[in-house]
């Protein structure tokens, strides 16, 4: 069963060790519970497929397996990871695969795999008022090469960064597992704010996106989230 167009994580043995800063907009009203504040590791595996849509280049990726390596919950309203997809492949929005195309970690790992990093906080940022994570200041890169260098066919663009906002809903909320869903309709609900990474302009501030290169993107999928370490088995969720 997949959420493939909700309504509503391309969430890595990726691009090595980031620092991130608190962001301007974390909390927003929400906060991690307080089991999971307390330097809590955590991880997320996949529900069903998730899936990278970039309408603009007739462009579906999808992926197979999703992971969250050095996930770390630093406060009540402050957590970070690095999102590691796997088993990638490009298709038209009509799911003709792109046979000619492979989508690859890097030039040199030939891993069909994408990677990214990203800020999880918890946020009051959707318009149904749904407890809600943000991933904010997401960053990656999509590599897609030809399957023959010799004779390449493949039209699709090379190289494209991954950027931006993505805005999830907590499906079942102060769980072990909670389920996070994210679709192009659940992007539509995020409410405009002042302060962020986004770029489309709207009469009440700035919308929350995601972009491919320079063309909007969105994610379709779901993922549960869970506690790992010393805090594995314990609920996870947010509250205000």
């Known amino acids: 069963m997949t959420y493939r ?11 090595g060790v980031m620092a991130f800063a608190p962001s301007a907009q974390a909390a927003l009203g929400y906060s991690f519970n307080k089991t999971s504040a307390l330097h809590a590791t955590f991880d997320g595996k996949q529900f069903g497929i998730n899936t990278l849509l970039v309408a603009a280049l007739n462009l579906e990726i999808r992926c197979e397996k999703l992971s969250i390596q050095g996930g770390l919950i630093t406060s009540g309203t402050h957590a970070e ?13 009509t799911l003709v695969p792109y046979s000619k195309c492979h989508v690859y970690i890097s030039a040199i790992d030939k891993k069909l795999h994408i990677t990214a990093t990203a800020l999880f ?7 149904t008022n749904a407890p809600a994570i943000l991933l904010e200041k997401i960053t990656g890169s999509v590599l897609i090469e030809s399957t023959d260098p010799m004779n390449p066919e493949c039209t699709l663009p090379e190289h494209a960064t991954l950027k931006g906002e993505l805005c999830t809903v907590i499906d079942n909320n102060q769980t ?10 659940i992007q539509g609900t995020c409410k405009p704010r002042n302060v962020l990474e986004g770029t489309e ?10 972009l491919y290169g320079n063309q909007i993107a969105n994610i379709d999928g779901a993922a549960h989230l869970l506690l790992t370490g010393a805090h594995a088995g314990m609920t996870l969720g947010v509250s205000l």
Do not use: H, W
């Not at 909700?6 to 990726?14: E, F, I, K, P, R």
């Not at 906080?121 to 318009?127: N, R």
């Not at 072990?176 to 309709?185: D, G, M």
């Open 5 to 15: 167009r909700y309504g509503l994580s391309l969430l890595a043995v990726a691009i």
């Open 201 to 210: 302009q709207s009469s009440g501030g700035t919308k929350d996106q995601l």
């Open 176 to 185: 072990v597992e909670p389920l996070i869903l994210y679709s192009n309709t």
């Open 121 to 127: 906080l918890p946020a009051e940022i959707l318009t």
């Open 81 to 93: 990871g690095k999102l590691l997809f796997e088993v990638c492949n490009p298709f038209t929005l």
